[in-house]
């Protein structure tokens, strides 16, 4: 119950914090974005939106949106690396240039990200609920480790 409880309490806060601290700036840097640029800040806008809507449904309990979600989150991820092409930095890009000097680790934080949402659909298939919300700390984490090194803020 106690572990269940802090669980709760880790994923409320995680809420709270993907509100407001990566859901800031985006609207703003969105209102120029052109091509390449606004197709993908679009993309992680949506996978905001699914991963909000992911976390309120494991509180539901609703396994079944759960899984939808992170198999979205999974393909999301799976389609990243082909949105950054060379030099697609351009202004009002956060993209950091770390994104092409450091290629390889860019790209183990795609995979990071995608072993994380894969977590949680094996989880949501088990109906295992610490699993979920465990797959939901590590998927968080994963967004936060690859912004502090290849976004620029
Ligand atoms: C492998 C790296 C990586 C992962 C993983 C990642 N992001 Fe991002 N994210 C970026 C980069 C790079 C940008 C900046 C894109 C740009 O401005 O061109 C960005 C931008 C964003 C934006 C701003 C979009 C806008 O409108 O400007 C949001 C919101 C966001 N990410 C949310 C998330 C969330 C939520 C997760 C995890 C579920 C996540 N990201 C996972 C690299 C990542």
Redesign the pocket.
């Known amino acids: 119950m106690l572990r269940i409880f802090s669980n709760m309490m880790t994923v409320i806060m995680l809420g709270v914090m993907?509100g407001f601290t990566?859901?800031s700036?985006?609207?703003y840097?969105?209102k120029d974005?052109t091509g390449i640029?606004k197709t993908?800040?679009?993309g992680?806008?949506q996978?905001?939106q699914n991963?909000k809507d992911l976390i309120r449904a494991a509180h539901g309990n609703d396994y079944d949106t759960v899984r939808t979600l992170s198999v979205s989150?999974t393909e999301w991820?799976q389609q990243?690396q082909q949105h950054?092409p060379a030099g697609?930095?351009q202004p009002?890009?956060?993209?950091?240039d770390t994104?092409w000097s450091d290629a390889s680790g860019?790209a183990k934080?795609?995979d990071?990200?995608i072993n994380a949402?894969q977590d949680i659909t094996a989880a949501a298939i088990a109906a295992d609920k610490p699993a979920i919300m465990a797959g939901i700390k590590s998927?968080?984490d994963?967004?936060t480790s690859?912004?502090n090194v290849?976004?620029v803020k």
């Open positions: 993907l990566l859901g700036g985006g609207a840097a969105h974005a640029v993908r800040m679009d992680f806008k996978s905001q991963f989150l991820g990243m950054f697609s930095n009002p890009s956060e993209a950091a994104i860019f934080a795609i990071d990200y949402t998927t968080s994963s967004c690859c912004h290849y976004r």
